[in-house]
């Protein structure tokens, strides 16, 4: 369960920035923080399927 809310609150943290970054600098410096928002709702995903399995 930590897990799983760790990687969601990675995963808002990096929308955050990448949203701060597209207000100020445009798309292309915030499409690395698009994609480490992604991955981490995806591992929280993995994860909250891994908990539920066990």
Do not use: H, P, Y
């Not at 929308?15 to 591992?43: C, D, K, P, Q, Y």
């Amino acid at each position: 369960m930590l897990i799983e809310i760790i990687w969601v609150l990675l995963g808002l943290l990096c929308l955050g920035i990448a949203t701060r970054e597209i207000i100020i600098n445009g798309f292309s410096r915030a499409w690395l923080f698009l994609i480490m928002s992604a991955a981490a709702f995806v591992l929280a995903g993995i994860r909250d399927r891994q908990r539920k399995k066990m």
